[in-house]
């Protein structure tokens, strides 16, 4: 998962690397938690 997000980070817009990020943020807090 963090080698994927670090992959297409560099290549996306910053605005819709900020809206991805923000969208997967939950998703990420909650597999980091369960």
């Known amino acids: 998962m963090k080698a994927m997000k670090m992959a297409w980070v560099p290549y996306v817009p910053l605005e819709d ?12 807090f909650t597999l980091g938690c369960t």
């Open 17 to 28: 690397r900020l809206s991805r990020i923000d969208s997967l943020k939950p998703k990420i």
